[in-house]
């Protein structure tokens, strides 16, 4: 039976985390022998809105299943808010401690209405038809109010889920991701198949929830890592080949062999 309590870690690795909401040190994850994460020590402040690039199979996207406990690694730790190592934690353990996990394809309740789907995702110990049929306090209607304007579907609270475009779906997801009052979010791919508006939105949308909580991003559309992005790691083959600005990556010649599979040759 596994214990809901966190696990404290090692002194060293505590040390090293010290002032961060997330920290890694020397995390490895194998499928088969091939090793998807290798020697990762990757840290992330609170209040941070990062975002992760790189060529396909760098390990972005294993790097969030071990976050939110989908994948265990092998070797090293994962520690959030210091001192909780999330290796040892399961799914539903790591979910209540604050990290909540959005996927590239929307996940929603399409014959619900907006509003039935923000209601369900309440951070509340309620099944679905107590959630449904119970009313709502002033409280919490003020909370689901402020998260409809937020993502911009204040006035698409009595229509169908699925009768929203992709990019609204997209943002009711994020909502509804909000309304557990998550510490960390985790987004893959947020703007996948968005137009260019929705895409300028979802950017401006991932700013105003930085204001108060922190943000990984996988992304994989430069242009809008480029609008948007504060800090961004590189990885490549299971390793952070770099950090820093988007200006500074476009600036890195390793980082340039990586994506175009070449040296890049600089003019004197």
């Not at 994948?71 to 520690?79: Q, R």
């Not at 960390?184 to 991932?206: F, I, S």
């Amino acid at each position: 039976m596994n214990s809901t309590a966190p696990h404290p870690a090692e002194g060293h690795t505590a040390a090293a985390a010290e002032g961060k909401l997330l920290a890694s040190d020397q995390l490895e994850v194998s499928f088969d022998g091939f090793k998807a994460i290798q020697k990762l020590n990757f840290s992330l402040d609170k209040g941070e809105l990062r975002f992760l690039i790189g060529p396909n199979g760098a390990g972005k996207t294993t790097l969030l299943d071990v976050i939110c406990g989908k994948v265990k690694p092998s070797k090293g730790t994962i520690l959030f808010r210091r001192h909780i190592d999330l290796s040892r934690q399961q799914e539903h353990q790591i979910a209540q401690l604050g990290i909540g996990r959005k996927f590239q394809a929307p996940s929603i309740f399409a014959q619900l209405t907006v509003l039935e789907n923000m209601e369900l995702s309440m951070k509340q110990p309620r099944g679905l038809w107590a959630t449904l049929t119970a009313k709502l306090t002033g409280e919490q209607a003020d909370r689901i109010a402020e998260r409809l304007a937020m993502i911009g579907l204040d006035g698409k609270a009595a229509l169908p889920a699925g009768s929203l475009s992709h990019g609204e779906k997209q943002w009711l997801e994020i909502g509804m991701l909000l309304m557990q009052e998550p510490e960390l979010l985790l987004l893959d791919e947020p703007a996948a198949g968005m137009t260019d508006r929705e895409t300028e939105k979802t950017g401006e949308l991932l700013h105003e929830i930085a204001a108060k909580q922190s943000i990984i991003v996988v992304e994989h559309d430069m242009e809008f890592v480029r609008q948007f992005a504060r800090k961004v790691t590189v990885l490549h083959e299971g390793s952070v080949l770099r950090e820093g600005t988007m200006d500074e990556i476009q600036q890195d010649d390793r980082v340039a062999e990586v994506y175009l599979g070449r040296r890049v040759e600089r003019s004197a």
